[in-house]
């Protein structure tokens, strides 16, 4: 076989799914169990809607949901976990309140009951909360010195503007001004069953899994408030917004792009699109700015989903010489995509990419547990995997060609560049009209 012959793409269509059950408890949780018997070990997911809570707190909230319960302190909670093999950790994003872990087998029963305390009963210590801000307030600030959370932060408000998706880090101050009767108002308030979701997935049955969640978190209860975010504003080009960051030896190049939500018919063939513009190393604008310019080291473009709306992020860094060049590039590059077919050959790369990761991404408990309580938030469960799957197989060149003209061209583009501007300016502006701003 030569080099650049590819193999038969191999029927893809019919993904056979384990085994699982799913019921909703009287308390308005949905409870989701998957059997996957590779090691003795249950992944726990839990997702719980926390849509348009006050920022800082929430992300406080998210950082201390561990501290401490009337009954047991953060080092209990931890020692308890640990007897059983496991452990959890919550996280926040713009749409959601999530708790991750898991826990051998045999010690599910006891990670639900600890993780029911940790809901029903939590206590938010002074002194622990005092110490999880503090490590807050470092993080945040360790990140307001690096490019790519700059870059970021100025890449979501010129898209979102007012939408609350605009800001998804708090400032500092703010955080510093939570105190613990807020995060357990918070808590009472807002840490509801009522459309929350707790995926199992692991060396367990089903039904008795769902069991036991009923048993351990039954007692949870109160209606779920109203997070509903308002949907995201169409992107509104303009302007490149050149953010200046003086002395910068680098330049942090963004782009924001119109994208579609999980279940669009366009979903499939843009992400084919996508893949063949800049979503994996082999693809146009990697061979490019990366391999053949040599430009940057890890460039990259994903479409991102919240629940309020998609967008393909596009994301570069560049050395400050090569700015304008960079940005020349990527635009030749989706102009190419978005005005000539993909060939045939790099399609079937990019479609067995596409496939391949999706197998993958479900081959472990962890990425099932992860990919099944992500799209449950969607309100989707996994036999979307096959279909989705099915349409990746299915989707032409003529489709994929058609999606990227419509949602790929570069007159589409929300662009932000932070770098220095006395340095770049001219160059960027030579490509396009440019408005300047602080970092």
Do not use: C
């Amino acid at each position: 076989m030569s080099a650049k012959t590819l193999p038969d793409l191999m029927p893809d269509a019919q993904l056979k799914l384990p085994r699982q059950a799913e019921r909703t408890l009287d308390n308005g949780l949905t409870v989701i169990a998957i059997r996957r018997a590779a090691v003795p070990l249950v992944e726990v997911r839990l997702r719980v809607p926390f849509g348009r809570a006050p920022l800082a707190r929430a992300t406080l909230l998210s950082q201390a949901l561990f501290t401490g319960t009337g009954t047991m302190s953060s080092v209990e909670i931890a020692a308890e976990l640990q007897a059983v093999g496991g452990g959890l950790a919550a996280g926040l994003d713009p749409d959601r309140l999530l708790v991750t872990g898991n826990a051998l087998a045999g010690g599910l029963e006891r990670t639900l009951e600890i993780l029911a305390g940790v809901l029903t009963d939590p206590a938010y210590p002074a002194e622990e909360v005092a110490t999880e801000r503090e490590r807050l307030v470092d993080h945040i600030q360790v990140a307001q010195s690096q490019p790519a959370h700059l870059a970021r932060t100025a890449l979501l408000k010129r898209m979102y503007g007012r939408h609350p998706y605009a800001v998804q880090t708090p400032e500092p101050e703010q955080v510093r001004g939570v105190r613990p009767a807020q995060l357990r108002a918070l808590h009472a308030d807002r840490v509801r069953p009522d459309g929350a979701t707790l995926v199992l997935v692991g060396d367990l049955n089903p039904e008795k899994a769902i069991d036991a969640a009923e048993k351990a978190l039954g007692g949870w209860i109160g209606p779920g408030r109203d997070g509903t975010i308002a949907a995201v504003p169409p992107l509104e080009p303009g302007p490149l917004l050149l953010a200046d960051r003086p002395g910068s030896v680098q330049s942090s190049l963004r782009m924001a792009l119109p994208a579609v939500p999980r279940t669009h018919p366009d979903s499939a063939p843009l992400q084919l699109a996508n893949l063949v513009f800049g979503g994996y190393f082999s693809s146009r604008w990697v061979e490019n700015i990366r391999e053949d310019k040599g430009y940057t080291y890890g460039p990259h473009t994903s479409i991102e989903h919240f629940v309020a709306g998609s967008a393909l992020i596009v994301a570069a860094e560049v050395a400050t010489e090569v700015t304008g060049p960079a940005l020349l590039e990527t635009l030749y590059e989706l102009g190419r995509i978005a005005s000539l077919p993909p060939g045939e050959e790099e399609l079937e790369q990019a479609r067995r990419y596409a496939l391949g990761t999706l197998r993958l991404g479900m081959s472990t408990q962890a990425g099932l547990a992860g990919l099944a309580s992500m799209y449950a938030s969607f309100g989707l469960r996994l036999d979307y995997l096959r279909e989705h799957s099915a349409a990746l197989a299915a989707a032409t060149r003529e489709q994929v060609a058609e999606v990227a003209s419509r949602y790929l061209a570069p007159s589409l583009a929300v662009t932000v560049v932070l770098g220095d501007a006395d340095k770049v300016a001219a160059p960027l502006a030579a490509l396009t009209p440019v408005e300047r701003s602080d970092a």
